[in-house]
């Protein structure tokens, strides 16, 4: 049976999300962001937590360790370079290695460049994609421990995923990035549909992810980087797409 997801908010703008094997009934939490939000989603599914499936160190996506494996006894997967920064990991991963959620297999990718360490999990099955804070709709993370070269290389690993992908990131930031990204293609017409979604949504309440990577291939800027017309928009017409990035990156940390 195909896998099953559950999203819910969490902190101030992150997002939890439940990833479930209705088969084995093992159900692993992508990063846990703080305890209660976690629970509370258990209880309304009643799902049995097996697994933490973290993708990088930052508190906000692992502050909920600890309580969740006491309480659980689940298995604490992470990534292999900065395992030494996150609490009670039992299993640590890296590029190309398998983590099994019951019959559900997901692969590693290693995404580094928002921390040096970052990985992101791929189910091709079903084709569910958990990048962390590497990728979100219509906008990336920010560059914190590794450089624009590493962020742009992790970006398009992602981007070579199926088009019809579903991922799912760490933050609701989606309308915040549209309004960044028409200062890039203000004339891009795929971006401006999604903006008018992206605003029904928002007004109705409803969470603007999973977005799927072909869609942002046509309108997150970020991945755009090596589009001629992108490089021209920000003045570095001929240059390596890595360098169109890390300007459009430096443009929104200003934003
Ligand atoms: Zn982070």
Known sequence: ?????????????????????????????????????????????????????????????????????????????????????????DEKVGEGDMVRIGALQGRVIDTPGHTA??????????????????????????????????????????????NDTKFYCGHEYTAANIRFAKTIEADNRPLAARAEEVTRLVAAGKPTIPATIGAEKAENPFLRADVPEVAEAVGLAGSPAWKVFAEIRERKNRF
């Open 117 to 162: 360490g970052h990985i992101s999990y791929f189910f091709p099955a079903d084709k569910l994609a958990f990048v962390g804070d590497t990728l979100f709709s219509i906008g990336c993370g920010r560059v914190i421990e590794g450089n624009a070269e590493m962020m742009w290389q992790s970006l398009v690993k992602l981007r070579n995923l199926p």
């Open 1 to 89: 049976m195909p896998a099953q997801t559950y999203l819910f908010p969490c902190l101030k703008d992150n997002y939890g999300v439940l990833l479930h094997d209705p088969d084995s009934g093992a159900t692993a939490s992508i990063d846990a962001p703080e305890a209660t939000p976690v629970e509370a989603a258990l209880a309304k599914t009643g799902w049995r937590l097996t697994d933490i499936l973290v993708t990088h160190h930052h508190h906000d996506h692992t502050g909920g360790i600890v309580a969740l494996k006491q309480h659980h006894k689940c298995r604490v997967v992470a990534p292999r370079n900065e395992a030494q920064r996150i609490a009670d990991v």
